[in-house]
């Protein structure tokens, strides 16, 4: 473990360049604000199986003043990382300790018997007192476990690996939360949702009651609704949404399922809205608009996705949201208007904050975001940004894009077998009234090693500001209707 401080000179270099380039950007209406981002953690691993000094994919949570970010380490072109690496804060974001994941992958300290590591999701367990970062442990590119460490001290340290299913399938893109309510009928139970790839990505939940030690074999819904990326989300009075991608011959559908009896069974699946999806240009790995998904202090469930559905031709991406009382009746969904329609920005990758302290209409929201100023671009010109819109009125207006970082150029980021990464989600988290965000962020390639890290904002992000009424609302499709196709996409 290293304790953050100072970056280095180089690193300052190569941020002023990233962000002084910013300064140079036209043809846009983002905002520039005086953001200084703040590394988290380096990959040290030299291992000539990955791509190193890179750092990608992270989520992040926070609880009181503690907040603990995870990521993949050293990322391989064909699939997974060579370990799974953190940084904590017990202060509200003013100070770091950095590390990384003990008996994982054989590149660990000391080493595990997985070959890889990837897709790491962190909650907190407040009944128990513990922190959990589930990850994915790669046997082969086709035997693919889930797995979960565990802290019992803020995030500092943690254990070596807890099987949460090893079935020998090829499982993938796992997500993690835990019941936090003590009023709650089921506080303490964990709940992990993945999908299992051999079995053409069906839908798994299983659930731990003891802190994370143990696991319950996986369930999948009552319909067996096959689909990849869910986020689960635990309501106050228990009641577990997952909103996740469902699939059918034509699109992408949003979609979501639930548990009201702890996850002991999981609900028929039901869709939100088909997904008006644009791949966005220059070979970027984003070839899937994942949700992503938090709640209110009263339970309601926010979803985020990417979707062109506002834009003539689909010519470029906007971020939309979607919001439910009970997981089952969801509002038609509504553009967030970071940008203006037409502008040619285009927005993906979201990772939402909801300030679990507010609720409603009063609801504290920090959206964080990469775009590309023009969605008309190739690798050669595409100029990757990262950035953040906000609302203090649950969704009713946002602020503007403001850009935190970049531009990064395409080629700067490790290549992976769906295009250059930064990460298949990033993620946002409340410390108090500030969120803090994670992202990748990269400059040039040094010395034959890429320079991609995990990156946060010194102090937060604020969610006032100036800001835009959400008014462009869609009804297109289907929305709050029983799923009516099994039919996947090929993957």
Known sequence: MWRIGLLSRRMKAALAIVLGLSLGLVGSAQVLASIQVLQLSTDPYTNPTSQHR?????????????????????????????????????????????????????????????????????????????????????????????????????????????????????????????????????????????????????????????????????????????????????????????????????????????????????????????????????????????????????????????????????????????????????SHPTRIPADAIGSGVDHFIPGIAVDRSTSGGSAHLVLAFYYYPQANCTTATCQLIAGFTASSDGGSSWTSTTRVAGPMVLTWLPSTTQGFMVGDYISTSFSGAPAFPAYALASSPSGGLFQEATFTVTGGLSSTGSAAPASDTSGVGVTNAARTTSALTAR
Not at 136 to 142: A, E, M, P, S, Y
Not at 236 to 262: C, H, Q, W
């Open 54 to 330: 890179t750092e990608v994919e992270p989520d992040t949570f926070a609880s009181g003043s503690t907040i603990v970010t995870a990521f993949q380490i050293g990322r391989f072109f064909d699939g997974g990382a060579s370990n799974i690496g953190f940084a904590a804060s017990s202060n509200g974001g003013n100070s770091w300790t950095a590390g990384f994941l003990p008996g994982t992958t054989v590149f660990a300290t000391p080493p595990g018997t997985h070959a890889r590591a990837s897709d790491p999701s962190v909650a907190f367990d407040a009944k128990h007192g513990v922190w959990l970062i589930s990850y994915l442990g790669l046997v082969t590119l086709t035997d693919v476990d889930v797995l979960a460490s565990r802290s019992t001290d803020g995030g500092l340290t943690w254990s070596a690996p807890v099987v949460i299913n090893a079935n020998g399938h090829f499982n993938d893109k796992n997500w993690t939360v835990c019941d936090d309510t003590a009023s709650s009928p089921f506080y303490g139970h964990c709940y992990t949702e993945f999908d299992d790839n051999s079995r053409g990505d069906l839908e798994q939940m299983s659930t731990s009651t003891d802190g994370g030690l143990t696991w319950g074999n996986a369930l999948a819904t009552q319909d067996g609704v096959h689909g990849i990326g869910g986020q689960p989300l635990v309501q106050p009075d228990g009641t577990v949404i997952v909103p996740f991608d469902g699939f059918s011959f034509a699109t992408f559908l949003l979609m979501s399922f639930r548990s009201t009896d702890g996850g002991a069974s999981w609900s028929a699946a039901r869709v939100i809205s088909p997904v008006k999806f644009r791949h966005p240009a220059g070979g970027i790995r984003a070839g899937i608009p994942l949700p992503s998904a938090e709640m209110d202090a009263n339970g309601r469930a926010y979803v985020v996705w990417s979707d062109c559905r506002f834009e003539a031709q689909c010519s470029a991406s906007d971020l939309v949201l979607t919001t439910s009382d009970n997981g089952i009746a969801w």
